[in-house]
């Protein structure tokens, strides 16, 4: 049963357009949430993470939002470059098992040119 | 550029062979981790070291075996794989052995294993 789950395999977005990934989860005991961009041929890279006490957390053209009563959080891109283009895998970690994280199974953005 | 650097980029060999996959960081973490990446599945977690000792084992097969010689070094044994086993194996570390704030994962850019 997947806890994390993002819905959309892929996104298509305009360069310079909003991009808006979403994630999904269900175990009420997650507290800390995380996204990770993948480029083919690398390693997940770390892009931006959020306490489950807040609902907003901002760094540069990126932005997440976490809706807790929906159990649902977005990351936005904002304006989406071609560069963005990658997998984008969001992250939980349960509060009552710190040390791991459960992932989704990713999202493939392409920012059209 | 990583700061989890991991060798080989790709590794072929057969169902008899034994090899070895490196991965090296230099932040002065204390915790390293082997992930297992299937093609289009997020990463799954294999072994968790923390302060160079075994501390998660997530029911990996033994045929895998890590290793872990000092704390900036992490090595996977392979020996007997299966076919099934070709993946893209990630290491990753981080500042101590806990996800948060000042401590998220750092991973390497991977060995892509293809058994045969």
């Known amino acids: 049963d997947q806890q994390v789950k993002q819905n959309s395999p892929s996104l298509s977005v305009q360069e310079g357009r909003i991009s808006i990934l979403n994630c999904d989860y269900t175990n009420s005991m997650f507290d800390y949430f995380l996204w990770y961009k993948k480029y083919p041929a690398e390693g997940p890279t770390f892009l931006i993470s959020?306490?489950?006490?807040?609902d907003k957390n901002e760094d540069g053209r990126f932005t997440v939002f976490l809706n807790k009563s929906a159990k649902h959080l977005s990351l936005h891109i904002v304006p989406s470059q071609p560069g963005d283009s990658a997998v984008y895998f969001c992250?939980?970690?349960?509060?009552?098992?710190?040390?791991?994280?459960?992932f989704g199974s990713g999202t493939q953005l392409t920012v059209l040119p | 550029d990583t700061e989890v650097t991991q060798t080989p980029k790709h590794l072929v060999m057969g169902m008899t062979n034994k090899k070895s996959l490196k991965c090296e960081q230099h932040?002065?973490?204390?915790?390293m981790y082997w992930y297992k990446q299937k093609a289009k599945k997020p990463p799954e977690l294999m072994f968790v070291?923390?302060?160079?000792?075994l501390s998660i084992n997530e029911s990996v097969p033994s045929r895998f075996s890590p290793e872990c010689p000092n704390s900036s070094l992490l090595n996977l044994h392979l020996h007997a794989l299966q076919p099934e086993d070709s993946a893209l194996y990630l290491c990753?570390?981080?500042?101590?052995w806990g996800i948060g704030y000042n401590s998220p994962l750092h991973f390497g850019n991977g060995t892509r294993l293809t058994v045969t």
């Open positions: 959020i306490s489950s006490i807040k």
């Open positions: 992250a939980a970690r349960d509060s009552g098992s710190a040390r791991q994280l459960t």
């Open positions: 990753a570390s981080s500042q101590v």
């Open positions: 070291y923390s302060y160079e000792k």
């Open positions: 932040m002065g973490h204390r915790a």
